[in-house]
């Protein structure tokens, strides 16, 4: 196997709403569900990003099994119905607000319905002649990369060994863009990484340095990801990449060094040492640029969760100086987070939920992503907070030490409280830039 399962290969732009719509029951509401009918246009919709063969799924967070065929799903019908009655399947964490975010996932009641009626009839096949077409995925025709071959590629040049005795390592990989890979300053609207190794990427952060700003750590030197450049994005379990809203750009100069940020985690053990050669797709801008887009984090980095505390709260915020365009929110934290959300505390003092993740998972890296940027006016306070359970119950479950007050830090056993957001501010006196001058 050669593929990263970090990254989920849902492109944002369509994939996943283009298969047919679910078959609809109508009046014979007592007529049996089948799977070709009735089951299979719901998987294609809505798992099968996911759940499909290894090795199709390139670039993707691998699900453990795949959910094309009848053959390979029948095995599964009763975990699927609960799972899916569970609101499990397929993953979503973020309780509101609802319809607002572009890779929002989750079925209708009308979807699960239909799904556990198949399953209580015992899961019937039913006529081949009534499936849809199969569902084709980008990846298969682009070498891999979901939105499509992306217009340049920049690779590590020289791959970098994780050895057998690492366990968890922060790794600081450096590339300055040659006159070959960016012959020119270019608006870019959209990258997708590959992380150049399977299963013991934990977290990619790419940053970007603009020309002259040298920046020369020891190889697999480990500063904290702040001091690194600008950030690029980062993608981890359950995290997707995607291409910026028209009018939205990131201009990367020439002679712009990239940092690959690579956070591996694996077990140690003889010949579990494996290279890994991490590269980024980059897709030019094809339009005019009139909103500079930023990455980075609001954060807190002083904080001590005691020991046994079962919901302690970590706050941190930002004072916007600017009216602001938001595209992304990225609540990152680790094992003990069991909770963030995000508050817009306008100028007027009413406020505006602006994300709420009720039941924080840190396998699943979600980044939302607004469907419309959301104009956030100058003066908006963004507050976010984070919850964490230092209990031994909870330690029981995802393996930490709850008998240590624990802080900000880079090992998967310390905490952070980094709430990462996607923004553009908006500057009247800006004219619009493109690739051409
Ligand atoms: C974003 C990727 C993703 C999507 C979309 C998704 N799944 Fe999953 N699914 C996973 C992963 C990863 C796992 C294994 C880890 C876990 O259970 O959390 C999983 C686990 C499962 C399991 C449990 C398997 C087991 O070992 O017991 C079932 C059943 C399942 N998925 C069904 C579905 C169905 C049905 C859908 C669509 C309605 C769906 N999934 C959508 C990624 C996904």
């Not at 003066?379 to 984070?386: A, C, L, S, W």
Request: proline share 8%; net charge negative; glycine share 8%.
């Amino acid at each position: 196997m050669s593929h990263p399962r970090m990254l989920i290969a849902l492109a944002a732009t369509g994939l996943a709403v283009g298969a047919a719509a679910p078959a609809q029951a109508g009046n014979e509401a007592a007529e049996t569900a089948t799977f070709y009918k009735d089951v299979l246009p719901i998987l294609q919709a809505n798992c099968q990003t996911c759940h499909r063969p290894v090795g199709q799924n390139i670039g993707g967070l691998v699900a453990p099994m795949s959910l094309t065929s009848y053959a390979e799903t029948r095995p599964w019908a009763r975990s699927i119905a609960s799972k899916v009655e569970a609101r499990e399947m397929p993953p979503w964490f973020a309780t509101g607000p609802a319809g607002v975010f572009a890779n929002e996932r989750g079925l209708t009641d009308a979807e699960i319905d239909t799904i556990l009626r198949w399953v209580d009839a015992g899961a019937p096949a039913g006529d081949s002649a009534d499936a849809p077409p199969s569902r084709q995925w980008t990846e298969e025709a682009s070498g891999g990369w979901s939105n499509g071959a992306p217009d340049f590629i920049v690779k590590l040049p020289e791959p970098y060994r994780v050895e057998d005795d690492i366990y968890d390592l922060n790794a600081n990989l450096f590339h300055t863009l040659t006159e070959t890979e960016l012959p020119q300053d270019t608006w870019v609207r959209g990258w997708e990484f590959k992380t150049g190794t399977e299963g013991v990427v934990h977290h990619m952060c790419v940053f970007f340095r603009p020309p002259g700003t040298a920046y020369t750590p020891a190889p697999g030197a480990t500063e904290g990801a702040d001091a690194l450049g600008e950030l690029l994005s980062c993608i981890a379990e359950g995290a997707e990449s995607g291409m910026l809203p028209d009018g939205f750009g990131v201009l990367l100069e020439k002679g712009t060094s990239l940092i690959f940020n690579m956070h591996y985690h694996k077990e140690p053990a003889d010949g579990s040492g494996v290279w890994s050669q991490p590269e980024v797709g980059f897709f030019v801008a094809d339009e005019p640029v009139r909103y500079k887009v930023q990455n980075d984090f609001i954060p807190n980095a002083g904080f001590e969760i005691p020991p046994q505390h079962p919901h302690y709260r970590v706050g941190t915020s930002r004072l916007l100086e600017k009216d602001t365009y938001v595209l992304t929110y990225w609540p990152h934290a680790h094992l003990r987070a069991t909770g963030a959300r995000y508050t817009a505390v306008y100028p007027d003092g009413s406020e505006e939920l602006l994300l709420d993740v009720p039941h924080y998972d840190q396998n699943w890296q979600e980044t939302y992503k607004y469907k419309e940027p959301k104009l956030l006016p100058q003066g908006t306070r963004i507050d976010v907070d984070f919850w964490y359970d230092n209990t031994a119950e909870r330690a029981a479950r995802r393996d930490f030490d709850p008998n240590r007050a624990v802080g900000h830090g880079n090992r998967t056993d310390d905490e952070m409280a980094l709430a990462f957001i996607g923004y553009a501010e908006v500057d009247p006196e800006a004219a619009a830039t493109d690739n051409q001058n």
